[in-house]
């Protein structure tokens, strides 16, 4: 009877693996952001009719591996949620679920923010000491991160991997219309090694010719203004703000305070009256990069 059992299971899975769907394991949603991204991927897939090798298909991935992601043994990678997304014609749905698996890695502190600024469709940034993390480069960013005392290569590794991660919002097909303020100290301070330095303003110049992304800087000569008690970044949708994240010592912090909100924005306009044009903006770091070298 036992071997008449097990020989009826091992037909059905065979049967299972021939049409094109793999056997899954029950998966907790509650249990991690990955498995929330498991169930998700499992019930849109399904509500589409399509088996885990129909889905693979559209997507350009194998069938083994969706069904690896939706039972939790392998995690999912930029590519594979944007690939889920066109195929199962969503709109960044799966890059956000992928984005929250990416958070553990970000200390402590960042986290409330990442998830606020994940739904933003503006961001507006003032940064009067560092270049901006949205904007910087894994050799600047790690530069910056051993700096800081008490941290372990391995705490070093996995902040830069949550660094270079966060930036992929502006990379989204839809990315957030980014306004980035910064003081000329910022592009004059060298982090890491004139290399470096050098590498970053040109990434800059580079990421300044994209649609959604404006750059301006603030020069020696605007004298004192409002921006240099700190850096803060703000978080908009659908034409309102509602949270923003400020820089501070040891650690930043998360504001959803509207009142706080209302007057950051006012002293984000007040330090934007003090830049320099967009285009006047980018000459000067151009000539920056010129002096650099």
């Known amino acids: 009877m036992r071997e008449l059992v ?74 594979f949620a944007r690939a889920c997304d066109r195929a199962l014609g969503l709109d960044g749905t ?14 402590a502190h960042l986290r409330p923010w990442l998830e606020q600024e994940e739904e933003a469709d503006v961001l507006r940034s003032w940064e009067p000491i560092l270049i901006p993390g949205l904007l910087q480069t894994e050799a600047y960013a790690h530069a910056m991160f051993s700096a800081a005392p008490g941290l372990t290569p ?6 830069l991997a949550s660094r270079m991660q966060r930036q992929s919002i502006l990379q989204r097909d839809k990315p957030p ?3 980035f303020i910064m003081d000329e100290a910022v592009i004059r301070r060298c982090i ?12 800059l110049l580079e990421v300044a010719h994209r649609p959604k992304i ?40 998360t504001i959803e305070d509207r ?3 209302v007057e950051l924005t006012a002293r984000y306009d007040a ?18 990069v010129n002096q650099s070298g």
């Open 6 to 79: 097990r020989e009826r299971r091992n037909m059905s899975e065979i049967a299972i693996e021939r049409s094109g769907l793999s056997p899954t394991k029950d998966v907790d949603p509650g249990e991690s952001p990955r498995a929330v991204f498991a169930c998700e991927l499992r019930r849109y897939r399904q509500a589409a009719r399509l088996s885990q090798r129909a889905l693979a298909s559209r997507m350009g991935f194998s069938d083994s591996l969706v069904a690896m992601v939706e039972t939790l043994r392998r995690p999912p990678t930029d590519d």
């Open 94 to 107: 799966m890059f956000g679920l992928y984005i929250a698996t990416t958070w553990n890695r970000a200390p």
């Open 154 to 159: 391995q705490e070093v590794g996995e902040r």
């Open 177 to 179: 219309a980014t306004s």
């Open 192 to 203: 890491g090694s004139a290399e470096v330095l050098r590498e970053q303003l040109r990434f």
């Open 214 to 253: 404006t750059i301006q800087i603030v020069p020696y000569d605007a004298g004192e203004h409002c921006g240099l008690a700190g850096g803060f970044i703000i978080a908009e949708r659908n034409g309102s703000p509602y949270a923003a994240y400020t820089d501070a010592q040891p650690n930043g912090r």
């Open 259 to 261: 009142q706080v909100i």
């Open 271 to 288: 330090v934007r009256a003090e830049a320099l044009p967009f285009k006047q903006s980018l000459r000067l770091i151009q000539e920056v």
